[in-house]
């Protein structure tokens, strides 16, 4: 799994100081995608050692990871996810932003706090509008996902 750059943002996930972190190689090709040059598998390989390098730079200034995209690297998504969660005492919370409408099959949700699900359709536009249909969930007890797409439109 490649990833081509991150920022420090704030609107991702509500009350969050968010490391986001743009995965390559998106196969959803969404019409009216603002990141077309995700699609594309270019950039750096996201491994253990570099996302350790990027905790170890941002940690004491972010309270979430947000891996965005990766659908066409699930399995790389649950490694770094384990990893991350496993860094630093579980204090810093990961979210995972994928283009998908469900989770596969036996998805493991302890590594998550965060998960948001749904391909972006410009017609019904993103998380802040009340006509999207993707949503927001938050995971509870390592198990449970409760929407909270809503808060984005307080």
């Known amino acids: 799994m ?14 969050e100081t968010i490391l986001a972190i743009n995965i390559t190689n998106c196969p959803n090709k969404c019409e009216g995608c603002h990141s077309t040059i995700l699609r594309e598998d270019i950039g ?4 253990k050692e570099e996302m350790s390098k990027l905790l170890l730079k941002y940690g004491n200034q972010i309270t979430c990871v947000c891996i965005m995209g990766g659908d066409s690297n699930i399995s790389d998504i649950i490694e770094i996810a384990s990893f991350v969660k496993s860094w630093n005492e579980k204090k ?6 994928s283009g998908a409408s469900m989770l596969p099959e036996k998805f493991p949700l302890q590594n998550f706090d965060y998960i948001k699900l749904g391909d972006y359709r410009k017609e019904l536009g993103g998380l802040r509008s009340k006509n ?3 949503r927001l969930y ?11 797409t809503d808060l984005f439109w307080k």
């Open 2 to 15: 490649k990833y081509l750059n991150y920022d420090i943002v704030f609107q991702e996930i509500p009350n």
């Open 44 to 47: 750096e390989v996201l491994t």
């Open 92 to 97: 810093i919370k990961l979210g995972w932003y």
């Open 132 to 134: 999207t249909n993707q």
């Open 138 to 148: 938050k995971i509870i007890d390592s198990e449970k996902m409760i929407d909270i």
